[in-house]
């Protein structure tokens, strides 16, 4: 594989974290570095390790990840989507929870892992590419977690910047369930032969 197709597999890889990151960055409507911290690095965690446990793991997850990668991915994303959808169209009182809380450490590493189930199959195509030490694995996980980590990082920022010039009008909420609902389909899609 060469340098610049891992290159474009890392930025293939690191768009649905983008896309959540953004809906996060709507979610926080401010600078939190905390928050923005830990989205960015949880997503370039899962992203380097997600392919290096396919890797480890070719033969034994072998056409299983690929039959149901997507469709664990759609359903997590489309549940959390509609979830906050029909929560901005609710009065909330004070002290509510919120559905999409990029604040919270449990759900951001739940969106990371999701987001990155893709990347699970792609360590399983290196091994079978002929990737057989972990030497030739290094150059391409560090290409996917620079990549993942600078997209997830100025995804925040986007989201922050969006969702202030629109949460007068509409609910942040609104924006950032449309967002998730979209990656959704466009994991399905992308992964279902028609």
Known sequence: MSGFEIWGLAFGLAMDGFAVSIASGVSLQRVQWRPILMIALSFCFFQIVNPLMGWLGAFHFRGLIDNVDHWIAFAILAFLGIRMLRESFKVKEDGESKPFDASNPKFVFGMALVTSLDALAVGI?????????????IYPLFVIGFVTLVLSFSGVFVGIRFGNLVTKRIRADLWGGLILIVVGIKVLYSSVPF
């Open 125 to 137: 195509t290196f091994a079978f590419m002929g990737m057989s030490t972990l030497s030739s694995m």
